[in-house]
Every structure is written in structure tokens, then in C-alpha cells.
């Protein structure tokens, strides 16, 4: 069964301390690794993919990392409209289509 | 433009109605998805449409039936819900292939049943 497994589960920052979330993912079968942000009551918002061990993206204050066992969310001084949840997503291609797996998030709270 | 829109945002029903939830996309997307979201889960995949065809359906009740009448358009029919149906559900829609990719979802319809 694909397993996307997120840490920590809640995160307090101050405004501009830096830190990283993480997601560890079944590697057998992955075609793509996904990472979302989603405001209370909101729909997800896409924020990166990411295909090979090795590559990195970047978005503002956000960077994502993988590796061939899990990816980062690193937060650069981070602000506090960057709280929300952050869902890692795993990107698992069957014969009956193509399925995105999701942990539980990291719901990120950012003091002013 | 990736935006995916829903209607209604929010619905109340009782156990006894019928009512749709609506979805649109315009972006050539042959990829559509509803999901099923309870407080401070994750998403949960319900059924996948691909290239207008129902091709994954995560043993759903009956009373939710989907429908996807065409490339844009994906309709979500209840009926007969039960109190534990109330969530938000969130339509998505990708590009679709032998692949994965990523998922662009709708802001939600809030539903509340009574």
C-alpha cells in the first residue's frame, strides 16, 4: 500500500525563523512528488513537483528538496501569511489511472 | 489560467433531498477527480475520470454518483446522505497520461447534512 507519512504534525515559528517540513514516501511506483498549501476551508493550492532524487524548486521564501526516500519544505524566514497546512502528496501512476496519495500535513502556525 | 470552479459553495440537505454538486474546468485538463475532505485530514480520493470515462472508484456508497458529461463538466449526485457525509468536497483536474501529475483543485462545496 503507498504510504506518505509528514513531520511534525504542527510547527510554531516566529516571524522569520527558519525550519524545514519533511515527507517520507513509498518509493516503489512514485512517478512524482507533489506538495500543496491549504487555507482553512479552502481547496489546495499546488505549489510544487518534483521528479527525480536530486531536484529542487523554488517559490518566494519556499524550497523543495528530494531525495529517494522523502522530501523537504524548507521555509525561509517565514511570514505570517505563509500559516496554512502543507500536504505532501505522492504521485502513483495503475493501469486504472493516475492517483495522488496524501499525508496528514503539517499545519504551520507563523507568530508576528 | 488554472483555476477549477464549484457551485454551490455551500449546501445544506437532509437525508431525504437530491442535489448536485458542480464542477468546471477549462484548462483541457482529461483528467477530473472529486474528493472527500473531513476536518483536519487530508483529502480523500473518491472517483477519477479519464477522458470522460469513470476509471477509478474508491468503493463509494451508492448514493453519491458522479457523472462527467463532458472534458469541462463533472457533476457529483447525492442521495439519501447520512450526517457522516458532511465534509468539503473538492473537485480536481490534471493533465492525463501514463504518468502523474499535478492536480488543480476547486475552492469546495461545504456540505452539511441534517
Known amino acids: 500500500e503507498d504510504q506518505v507519512t509528514q513531520s511534525p504534525e504542527a510547527l510554531r515559528l516566529q516571524e522569520g525563523e527558519s525550519s524545514s517540513l519533511n515527507c517520507s514516501y513509498t518509493?516503489?511506483?512514485?512517478?512524482?512528488l507533489f506538495w500543496y498549501r491549504q487555507d482553512p476551508g479552502k481547496g489546495p493550492e499546488f505549489l510544487f513537483t518534483?521528479?527525480?532524487a536530486g531536484e529542487e524548486k523554488e517559490k518566494e521564501r519556499l524550497k523543495a528538496t528530494l531525495t529517494k526516500k522523502e522530501s523537504f519544505l524548507h521555509i525561509t524566514a517565514p511570514k505570517p501569511e505563509d500559516s496554512a497546512t502543507y500536504l505532501c502528496a505522492g504521485g502513483y501512476y495503475e493501469t486504472s489511472g493516475s492517483r495522488l496519495t496524501f499525508g496528514e500535513g503539517t499545519q504551520l502556525t507563523v507568530n508576528p | 489560467d488554472t483555476e477549477v470552479t464549484q457551485t454551490p459553495k455551500h449546501l445544506v440537505m437532509g437525508m431525504t433531498n437530491k442535489k448536485s454538486l458542480k464542477c468546471e474546468q477549462h484548462m483541457g485538463h482529461r483528467a477530473m477527480y472529486w474528493y472527500k475532505q473531513k476536518a483536519k485530514k487530508p483529502p480523500e480520493l473518491m472517483f477519477v475520470y479519464s477522458y470522460e470515462k469513470l476509471s477509478i472508484n474508491e468503493s463509494v456508497p451508492s448514493r453519491f454518483s458522479p457523472e462527467c458529461p463532458n472534458s469541462s463538466l463533472l457533476n457529483l449526485h447525492l442521495h439519501a446522505l447520512q450526517p457522516e457525509d458532511s465534509a468539503l468536497y473538492l473537485c480536481?483536474?490534471?493533465?492525463?497520461?501514463?504518468?502523474?501529475?499535478?492536480?488543480?483543485f476547486g475552492p469546495g462545496t461545504r456540505l452539511t447534512v441534517t
Open positions: 518534483l521528479y527525480s
Open positions: 518509493v516503489s511506483g512514485l512517478r512524482g
Open positions: 480536481a483536474s490534471s493533465r492525463s497520461g501514463t504518468g502523474s501529475y499535478e492536480q488543480y
